[in-house]
């Protein structure tokens, strides 16, 4: 092998310059915080913000990481180079090693276990995040290029000059540090202190306990410890909430642990042996803390993705003689709207239903909810009783999971010669639009499942051809005023609509709840709305 040297080309002593060239003839793990320097300071000259730096950064680690790590045989000459242009910034490693095989079916495997958050292992996180910050990445084999080198290139956009961090990136990431020799707790404690908050404890029965009331960024434990060691303590995280993805670190005097398999299959995601120099520790930490947002932020942006198909409005266009139109939003912080019917050749039957609150919780209780009424439509089918509200509050009545959040509810029954029954839930009332003349319908309820015994009133309404009823959710209603003359004010906007079709009068109140929802960017909920127009043929 040659023997150590580092080259880097005059661009990068050149600010005009847009290339960076850096060219090794050995790569291991205290090398990366030089390199990572070296990248960061040609970054920085020009002007690139500190998010795309980071991202850049966090992209070269994990490939230089992967190449230290992986390869049978390892690369004795590596080349980075950087090119900046206006929009883009281009990162290509060439090397030597053993090529990766099989790199595009990698790739589809490493996002879905991103998405899905299955492994607790770090394999296939790196190159997932890799795909979720970049551009659709290339990888040649050596035996397809001239220069037989293996060429690994991603691309990032870097139009945006400003960061986007927010203060919960900006604070001091928490580490627990956990070891029985207290002058190695304090002398990792010193390396560490300067740019993160550390808890150290000196056994891990301490740092299990303290766990779920300071929960910590990333863990640096100690192996053989004694009463708990550093395995116990790591299968007893994976058990706690949020310790199963908890990113971990052994740091032990005992190197011949280091490539154990059983200690690798526990979701460790890196072992580094004592002594270990502070560069190469922050950079470990670095890297790690880095990847753990980029795993954290695609799971979460694939759960609101997934709640967003899950809870998205369904309804047959016709029925008989009545004609459907509707239109919904999906609020980030809000709660959960959602629409279910069931419909058979005697009638049509509509839910449409809000669960309160706001974040995940709603969310997650707006699928709870949706599912459990979808399996009582199905069994409601089958029973005699008149009102679909009083069969689901009778059945939610004593139900310790659904009993924790606050649901409304309008039930809808639409049969095809054009009768309407509805019956209410504590939800905002519809409006019956006939011809220039609109009214509120008086249909009233209380929530479900405050009384056992309580017996939902249902409104008949027999409508003339061309009448127009519009349902609606709190975050729609709410946007008009929320001072108690919503109601008042959205009435007269129905009524004074310059539209006569479904359609039409569709969009223009949506287009005016928008304006209004511009607004009040604190305010903003679920929001859906449903016109039913009777008279349409069939």
């Not at 992986?70 to 281009?90: C, F, G, L, W, Y």
């Not at 990431?173 to 404690?189: A, C, G, T, Y």
């Not at 694939?302 to 266009?317: A, G, M, R, V």
């Not at 069931?342 to 974040?359: C, I, K």
Request: proline share 4%; net charge negative.
């Amino acid at each position: 092998m040659k023997k150590h040297s580092a080259e880097t080309t005059s661009e990068t002593d050149n600010s005009s310059a847009p290339t960076f060239k850096l060219i090794r003839s050995t790569l291991v793990y205290d090398d990366m915080h030089v390199i990572r320097k070296e990248v960061s300071d040609f970054l920085q000259l020009k002007h690139i913000s500190k998010e795309h730096i980071g991202n850049l950064l966090f992209c070269l680690t994990e490939i230089l990481t992967n190449l230290v790590k992986h390869p049978v045989r390892k690369a004795d000459h590596i080349e980075i180079k950087i090119d900046i242009s206006k929009t883009q910034a281009n990162l290509e490693v060439l090397d030597n090693s053993t090529p990766f095989a099989n790199f595009n079916a990698k790739c589809e495997i490493a996002l879905s276990m991103l998405h899905a958050a299955i492994t607790k292992a770090e394999c296939g996180y790196g190159l997932g995040c890799i795909l979720t910050l970049c551009k659709k990445p290339v990888y040649l084999p050596m035996n397809s290029r001239p220069d037989s080198l293996n060429h690994f290139r991603t691309f990032q956009n870097i139009c945006s000059t400003e960061s986007t961090a927010i203060n919960s990136e900006q604070r001091k990431k928490k580490i627990f540090l956990v070891d029985d020799d207290p002058i190695s707790l304090q002398i990792h404690k010193r390396m560490l202190s300067d740019i993160y908050e550390i808890i150290s404890f000196e056994n891990a029965m301490d740092a299990l306990a303290a766990f779920a009331h300071h929960k910590p960024d990333l863990i640096i434990s100690d192996l053989v410890m004694p009463d708990m060691d550093g395995i116990a303590l790591r299968k007893a995280l994976a058990d706690a909430e949020g310790g199963d993805t908890m990113p971990f670190i052994f740091l032990s005097g005992h190197s011949d642990h280091e490539n154990s398999p059983y200690i690798s299959h526990l979701g460790v995601d890196d072992f580094l042996c004592k002594p270990v120099s502070s560069e190469r520790l922050h950079t470990v930490l670095t890297r790690l803390l880095h990847r753990s947002k980029q795993v954290r932020d695609s799971v979460n942006g694939q759960f609101h993705h997934d709640i967003k198909e899950l809870l998205k409005p369904s309804l047959p266009e016709n029925y008989g003689a009545w004609k459907f139109i509707t239109r919904y939003s999906v609020a980030d912080a809000g709660g959960g709207d959602f629409i279910l019917h069931q419909q058979t050749p005697e009638n049509l039957v509509v839910a449409l239903a809000d669960v309160m609150g706001h974040g995940r919780q709603a969310k997650f209780f707006s699928c709870v909810y949706a599912g459990y009424l979808h399996g009582l439509f199905r069994m409601h089918t089958k029973t005699k009783d008149p009102c679909f509200l009083q069969y689901l509050s009778r059945h939610m009545d004593g139900d310790l999971l659904l009993e924790n959040m606050i649901m409304t509810c309008q039930c809808l029954k639409f049969f095809p010669e054009g009768t309407l029954k509805i019956a209410s839930a504590g939800h905002p009332r519809p409006i019956h639009l006939q011809g220039d003349r609109a009214k509120m319908v008086d249909v009233t309820g209380p929530l479900l499942s405050l009384s056992e015994d309580h017996f939902y009133d249902i409104k008949s309404i027999r409508p003339k051809r061309g009448d127009k009823f519009l349902f609606m959710t709190d975050g729609f209603l709410e946007t008009f005023d929320r001072h108690g003359l919503a109601a008042q004010k959205l009435l007269k906007l129905v009524q004074d609509a310059p539209s006569s079709s479904a359609p039409e009068l569709a969009d223009y109140l949506w287009q005016e709840f928008l304006q209004k929802q511009k607004k009040q960017p604190l305010h903003i909920d679920d929001a859906t709305i449903i016109i039913a127009e009777y008279g349409q043929s069939t």
